[in-house]
């Protein structure tokens, strides 16, 4: 499903939520969406926790019988931390918990969250998939039918809809997906090198680094390191 924006999407992914549902994410999580979630969503009786995701303990402890949402973004805006999909997806496998993942720094085309165990997956469309500037766009993929109706119901309701020519110009812009992805990872790779030997830079925060904290669950779950 396509929408008016990525925070368009996300609100949409929220709505399917009751006041007194739980909702677990990570602590370094886009801006937008931490304010959505704090400003907007807490008001109207939601609860978030804010946990490191890569460590599977600090979530399993937030976890309780009112959890119906984890919301998972990786790599993360800004800090580039990558949280292990299957492992979340083991603890929501089977239970009334929805795992949700937002896919906008890696795009489908370095990672697919659905075949890694997650319910629904969100991109900002507005970044690499629209990839010329030029259109705000947001993105739901899911692969039930159930809660694609549920939430086509509550896009059709609220009214974040994709308008004809962002459509049109996204549409445009996936095309060239593969090319600008494979160029934006040689660009990312080699800006991170330079960064990493430069004298007056302290720190560089790149998966595909060795000694990145999570280099081995981002070699594991991505084609590719990213932008
Ligand atoms: C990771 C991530 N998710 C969601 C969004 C929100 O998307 P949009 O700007 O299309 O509303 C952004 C935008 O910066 C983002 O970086």
Same mark, same amino acid.
């Given at each position: 499903m396509a929408f008016s924006s990525g925070l368009g999407a996300i609100d949409a992914v929220v709505k399917l939520l009751q006041p007194g549902d739980e909702v677990i994410s990570t602590n370094d999580l886009y801006g937008g969406s931490y304010r959505l979630f704090r400003q907007v969503f807490e008001k109207m009786g939601i609860v978030f926790h804010f946990v490191d995701m890569r460590q599977l303990d600090v979530v399993k402890e937030k976890? +309780? @019988?009112? /959890?119906r949402l984890l919301w998972v973004e /990786?790599? /993360? +805006? *800004? =800090? =580039?931390q990558v949280i292990d999909i299957k492992k979340m997806a083991e603890l929501t496998t089977g239970k009334d918990i929805l795992l949700a993942v937002d896919n906008t720094f890696a795009t489908p085309y370095l990672q697919r969250p659905l075949e890694l165990g997650a319910d629904i997956v969100m991109h900002s469309a507005t970044k690499y998939l629209g990839g010329h500037s030029d259109v705000v766009v947001g993105a739901l993929v899911v692969k039930e039918k159930e809660l694609a109706d549920r939430l086509y119901f509550i896009q059709n309701a609220s009214g974040a809809v994709c308008g004809p020519m962002d459509s049109f110009l996204t549409l445009r812009g996936i095309k060239t997906l593969h090319v600008r992805m494979q160029r934006h990872c040689e660009n990312g790779e080699k800006v991170a090198r330079f960064l990493a030997d430069h *004298?007056?830079? %302290?720190k560089v925060y790149w998966p595909?680094? %060795? @000694?990145? *904290?999570s280099h081995a669950v981002a070699t594991e779950q991505m084609d590719a390191y990213g932008g």
């Amino acid at each position: 499903m396509a929408f008016s924006s990525g925070l368009g999407a996300i609100d949409a992914v929220v709505k399917l939520l009751q006041p007194g549902d739980e909702v677990i994410s990570t602590n370094d999580l886009y801006g937008g969406s931490y304010r959505l979630f704090r400003q907007v969503f807490e008001k109207m009786g939601i609860v978030f926790h804010f946990v490191d995701m890569r460590q599977l303990d600090v979530v399993k402890e937030k976890l +309780n @019988d009112k /959890t119906r949402l984890l919301w998972v973004e /990786t790599p /993360t +805006n *800004p =800090m =580039m931390q990558v949280i292990d999909i299957k492992k979340m997806a083991e603890l929501t496998t089977g239970k009334d918990i929805l795992l949700a993942v937002d896919n906008t720094f890696a795009t489908p085309y370095l990672q697919r969250p659905l075949e890694l165990g997650a319910d629904i997956v969100m991109h900002s469309a507005t970044k690499y998939l629209g990839g010329h500037s030029d259109v705000v766009v947001g993105a739901l993929v899911v692969k039930e039918k159930e809660l694609a109706d549920r939430l086509y119901f509550i896009q059709n309701a609220s009214g974040a809809v994709c308008g004809p020519m962002d459509s049109f110009l996204t549409l445009r812009g996936i095309k060239t997906l593969h090319v600008r992805m494979q160029r934006h990872c040689e660009n990312g790779e080699k800006v991170a090198r330079f960064l990493a030997d430069h *004298p007056a830079i %302290e720190k560089v925060y790149w998966p595909g680094f %060795e @000694d990145h *904290p999570s280099h081995a669950v981002a070699t594991e779950q991505m084609d590719a390191y990213g932008g």
